[in-house]
């Protein structure tokens, strides 16, 4: 398996970048998604949620109110901090599992990791290759204004949120400049599906020698 980390600011085509993978032929895992999984009803993380913050965070069906957790831990990074130690945990378990899933499939498979926080949680499965898409944060705001239909003042807050772009580009393996047309975007994900389709292949032979 050839295992790579993408992740990169919102708004800054990381999906674009993913769906370009996938339709090549990667196998797509989606963080976003698992962190909806691991705090499903039933799961130890939901019940560990519950325990730290209370039974006000449920709905009446018992499923995660997230909006009302949202806002408990928007503006509290203590709070944050405790709902990441169960939640980011949990979520790597669940990863590791449709990697090994993966692999049993097609010991070959090109497997993308779509992980938004993964400098802020840490990921720390072993990557071949981590590939950040980057975008000016004034294009990032403009895309969530547009595109997602949020205010101004709601599209700072949500890019101010995260992580400095410094920061993820400092992990970076392969950078995708997404500030242009489409088309240049999809030519770098082009590119570098090349790249790792022939890097599979050197290791297959390799292995084989």
Known sequence: MYLIGLTGGIASGKS????????????????????????????????????????????????????????????????????????????????????????????????????PLLVEASVDHPFDLIVVTSAPRRTQLKRLIEQRGLDPVQAEARVDAQVANTQRLAIADVVIDTDGSLGHTMSQADALWGRVVGEVAARRSRDAS
Do not use: C, M, W
């Not at 998604?33 to 705090?39: M, P």
């Not at 325990?51 to 408990?72: M, N, P, T, W, Y």
């Open 16 to 115: 674009t970048v993913a769906r370009r993978l996938y339709e090549h032929g990667a196998v797509h895992i989606d963080a976003d998604h698992l962190a909806r999984r691991a705090v499903e009803p039933g799961t130890p993380a939901l019940a560990a949620i519950v325990e730290e913050f209370g039974s006000a965070v449920l709905l009446g069906d018992g499923s995660l109110d997230r909006a009302k957790l949202g806002e408990l831990v928007f503006n509290d990074e203590a709070a944050r901090e405790r709902l990441n130690a169960i939640v980011h945990p949990a979520v790597r378990e669940l990863a590791a599992k449709l990697f090994a899933k993966a692999e049993q499939a097609n010991p070959d498979a090109i497997v993308v990791y779509d992980v």
